[in-house]
């Protein structure tokens, strides 16, 4: 009998994916409309996320086959949902993240800054998660906690397990110190989206047995960069998937919407946020793991500072290793910082941008997009030589010259970019498109008007929960595409600003700070060793709760002058929704 049971829960990848469809056959058969049909797909699509019997993206792909065969959309409609502009700003923001990655310029920012920080225990703390956030605003969290976490372990190695007296020579190597990978054996460890990345290598075995104290600030500094790594992509419109799924979703449920977000709007109202959060998660890690004597944390009167300049050798050794910055590296930060200006500048709202200057259409809109910015400046990666002069003898043909590469290659962009998530992004527009032409969205929206009796900030605050929950088990980006079109419809329904509630809900799905499986980061500072479940469960409990309150601070106040939530949008309005006013209680309400 164990042994029947172990065969079944060996093939329950298969027994889901053949069962579910079937078990769920009754919906559209019994109720043969529109509505049930997409609610069939949406409710398949939606246990085969949450159970990965299928990979992500790959799920992403039923729209294309079960829209058109119900009659809910054509094919066409329904495919040119997977490559929207916010896909294209999706490619693009990448190109350049790769390119940062691909010439270390990542490495050398983590170095300077750990540089002029410091190692006093709390600092190091604090320097390691603002780096982590900084990074992760521009590139993917993982590929941040991936560098990250071993500049921590060895730092701590050396600031725990060197002798007295013994100074790291001048140029030496430091075999703790290595965070490229080396060997062909590598752990890997599977993304939110489905993507499969490498785990750096756990450091060896430290030279002399920690007390537990030491242990304790080790497991600290290990989580504040996983915490910071989820933390700091909030921040930027392009910094994790689910704020991009956002404003997909948005452009697709509220196609009249004035472009209401973009990255200026984005980032004015998520970076204050991502501040706020940051500094708590801080405190609390620091009073959690090492105490409230905040004199020893910032290592005022300290006897420790012969180790202490020891690790600071070692960030010192590491950063000199990398020498002088290259051309290529000075190319990529001058068009990474001309890349952020362009955002900022194209439509910002309360000045004519550039956009609407020179390219705009006969209403004064601008015709380019974050999307356009972020390609053209991929497009110069690839055209941009990554040395000057550079030219060198081609060890092929002797006597002739050969040309330096460019910053970007073809070969590194398809080995490094997440194809899955393009069409696990795709699949959330195609599945709002699909809720909203056949009538579901409509019909939720109905049965949830009782809700408008109930304050719309207690809303948003047990919305917020119920996401941060939920997505400590399933993939942010699977979370927020389920949860977005039944807020859109909900809001519609009770008349309240439909991005008063879609917006905490997106924030809300970054919080996975509880379990090793619920973001990348976690599962790779886990992977380092010396944490348990209950440590990550302990120290994420409360800074889940920290991040609602700060989420719920955030969308009832500096929210309502950047999204302009006081009233209820003519763009939102459906034939199903009464006329709203203004209420001097509550956001917005239905008229009578």
Known sequence: MATCWQGLWAYRSYLIVVLMPVLLLPLPILVPTKEAYCAYAIILMALYWCTEALPLAVTALFPIILYPMMGIMDASEVSIEYLRDTNILFFGGLLMAIAVEHWNLHKRIALQVLLIVGVRPALLMLGFMLVTAFLSMWI????????????????LEELYSVPRGKDIEEGSENPTFELQESGSQKE??????????????????????QNQEQVRFTQGLSLCVCYAASIGGIATLTGTAPNLVLQGQMNTLFPKNPNVVNFVSWFSFAFPTMV????????????????????????????????????????????????????????????????????FTREPGFFLGWGNLAFSNEHGESMVSDGTVAIFIGIVLFIVPSKIPGLTQDPREPGRLKAPPAILDWKTVHEKLPWNVVFLLGGGYALAKGSEQSGLSQWLGNKLTPLQNVPPPAIAFILCLLVATFTECTSNVATNTLFLPILASMAQAICVHPLYVMIPCTLATSLAFMLPVATPPNAIVFSFGGLKVTDMARAGFLLNIIGVLVITLAINSWSFPIFNLYTFPSWAHSNTTASCRVSPENITTPTP
Request: hydrophobic letters at 50%.
């Open 140 to 155: 993917s969290n993982t590929a941040s906690s991936a560098m990250m976490v071993p500049i921590a372990h060895a730092v």
């Open 188 to 209: 890997e460890t599977t993304l939110d989206n489905g993507q499969v990345h490498p785990v750096p290598p756990a450091p060896s075995e430290p030279r002399a047995k």
């Open 276 to 343: 706020i959060l940051l500094v708590l998660a801080w405190l609390w890690l620091q009073i959690l793991f090492l105490g409230f004597n905040f004199r020893k944390n910032f290592g005022i009167g300290s006897q420790e500072g012969e180790k202490e300049q020891a690790a600071y050798r070692v960030i010192q050794l590491e950063h000199r290793l990398l020498g002088p910055m290259t051309f290529a590296e000075k190319a990529i930060t001058v068009l990474f910082l001309t890349l952020v200006i362009l955002w």
